[in-house]
């Protein structure tokens, strides 16, 4: 399969020097929640991996920024900077998708001085994560749920699986109960449990 068409919820961006460790942990309890993130280290087997990143940041749902101390300074002096050309493009395809941002520190602290492509990052909301404690995970699972809006995790589908089941035995049973004492199910009703039958294999 081709690498380039794969569909990622999550693009996670990242300063190597002081953020690479906190990159891998969110990759890792991304995928172990059932969040398709795109990792550079775990994504990136072959071909040219400048196109491969720049093409993933326009095609994710979601952009998410590491902001760890001094993750953004060398985008002041190098114009080729790699972490600056990923947010220059995520920002650039904003309309088609969130831009996160997320911190290990316990207060958001941006640089003095930016970029002037870069400035709008300092009105996206930060969350500041606990990656070295317990309460990680919870903190992580609040981020999902208030920033990847449609981006559902494993325990979130389980969840809306239980739901439906439950509400399609409730509609069998009042159904059955009304047919039994010779009542009359409207064409609308009739369909609808006639797809719960087929989708149980039921004839």
């Known amino acids: 399969m081709d690498e380039n068409n794969v569909q990622y919820d999550v693009f996670v961006s990242y300063r ?3 953020g690479s460790h906190y990159a891998r942990m969110l990759d890792l309890a ?8 795109f990792f550079d280290r775990e994504e990136i087997k072959r071909g040219y991996f400048d196109k ?5 940041i326009e095609r994710a749902r979601y952009f ?25 493009t995520a920002l650039e395809t904003k309309g088609d ?9 316990n207060e958001v602290v ?6 002037q492509e870069l400035d709008s990052l300092r009105r996206i ?13 919870d903190d992580l699972r609040r981020v999902i749920r208030d920033c990847f809006i449609g981006v559902l995790t494993d325990s979130d589908r389980r969840a809306q ?3 439906k089941q439950n509400a399609e035995n409730d509609f069998v049973k009042q159904a059955l109960l009304f047919w039994s004492n010779d009542g009359k199910l409207d064409a609308q009703e009739r369909r609808r449990l006639d797809a719960i039958a087929k989708e149980r294999g039921i004839d």
Do not use: Y
């Not at 002096?77 to 972490?83: A, G, H, S």
């Open 97 to 105: 998708k969130e831009i996160v941002v997320v911190t290990p520190e």
């Open 30 to 37: 991304f995928r172990l929640m059932g969040v398709k993130p």
């Open 52 to 56: 491969t990143i720049l093409t993933h």
């Open 110 to 115: 941006w640089p003095d001085e930016m970029p």
């Open 161 to 163: 699986e239980i739901e």
């Open 16 to 18: 190597r020097d002081g």
């Open 125 to 137: 909301q930060c969350h500041c994560i606990d990656f070295e404690s317990d309460a990680f995970v």
């Open 64 to 88: 998410l920024f590491v902001l760890t101390p001094n993750s953004l300074n060398r985008c002041m002096v190098d114009t080729d900077d790699w972490v600056k050309r990923e947010l220059v």
